[in-house]
Nanobody
């Protein structure tokens, strides 16, 4: 089991950048696949990005490719989401998640541990 806490959200103007952090506690963080998801008001939760336990594999939703970068530092038990060229439609609560399994889809149902989320608001 791993406990996750997100930070780094806030209000930013369109075209700006934010870096989200997800701090993990508990044993065996380095063995977890980590993902970022987001949920806007009135919308379903959607996948944003994921990274394998050894950081060899990364995967991004099409709508963030070229703008967002996921990374991790297992020595610090932390995963990051660097968000550049933010758009108003990126406004959402961003949550990090963890799972022990690798491969397959990155649907929310495959992740068993979740943080509470951090609000990202992008103004026009």
């Amino acid at each position: 089991q791993v406990q996750l806490v997100e930070s780094g959200g806030g209000l930013v103007q369109a075209g700006g950048s934010l870096r989200l952090s997800c701090s993990a506690s508990g044993r065996t963080f380095s063995s977890y696949t980590m993902g970022w998801f987001r949920q806007a008001p009135g919308k379903e939760r959607e996948f944003v990005a994921a990274i394998s336990w050894n950081a060899i594999s990364t995967y991004y939703a099409d709508f963030v490719k070229g703008r967002f970068t996921i990374s991790r530092d297992n020595a610090k038990n932390t995963v990051y989401l660097q968000m550049n060229n933010l758009k108003p439609e990126d406004t959402a609560v961003y949550s990090c998640a963890a799972r022990r399994s690798a491969g397959g889809s990155y649907s929310a149902g495959t992740f068993g541990s979740w943080g509470q989320g951090t609000q990202v608001t992008v103004s026009s």
